[in-house]
């Protein structure tokens, strides 16, 4: 590929949201230790849908990363910059199975520490209430 055009491609993700949980560092069959954990974004104001926040897995090899993120206490902001990527492995019957996740690159403690107050506050997916949703009228014209 020549460097010196832009490519029309690009895979660079910012996430902003909640630590939902303390982050997992486990082993891999190579050495490399594995960091993952999960982010509760909430989603623009008119989404469609009920859904008000994503919960994006993330996860990285890097030193540093991991050391930023197990220092982040659930329930606070934390932002990351990375690539989303699809990780094939087999389970332990032996079926092929994949998820998308963002491949983070560098993981801070956002500045102010929460998310801003409003409808779609992102807050740990577990302990997400949903409203009983009131019966819309439809007009007999329809």
Same mark, same amino acid.
């Given at each position: ?6 490519? *029309?491609?690009?895979?660079?993700? #910012?996430? =902003? ?6 982050? =997992? ?5 190579? $050495?490399?230790?594995?960091?993952? #954990?999960? &982010? ?20 990285? !090899? ?7 993120? *197990? =220092? ?9 910059? $990375?690539? &989303? =990527?699809?990780? #094939?492995?087999? !389970? ?13 690159? !560098? ?36």
């Amino acid at each position: 590929m020549d460097e010196s055009k832009p490519s *029309v491609a690009d895979n660079h993700v #910012f996430l =902003r949201g909640v630590l939902a949980e303390v982050p =997992r560092v486990r082993t891999m069959p190579s $050495g490399d230790e594995l960091c993952s #954990f999960r &982010l509760t974004v909430p989603r623009p104001k008119g989404s469609f849908g009920r859904t008000r926040v994503d919960s994006i897995e993330c996860a990285t !090899t890097r030193l540093a990363v991991r050391k930023a993120a *197990v =220092r982040i206490v659930p329930g606070e902001v934390l932002e990351v910059t $990375g690539s &989303l =990527r699809r990780r #094939f492995w087999r !389970t332990g019957s032996g079926s092929a199975t994949s998820r998308y996740e963002v491949d983070v690159v !560098t993981a801070r403690k956002a500045k102010g520490g929460s998310m801003p107050t409003s409808p779609a506050r992102a807050v740990p997916a577990k302990s997400v209430k949903r409203k009983p949703r009131a019966a819309r009228s439809v007009p007999a014209d329809r």
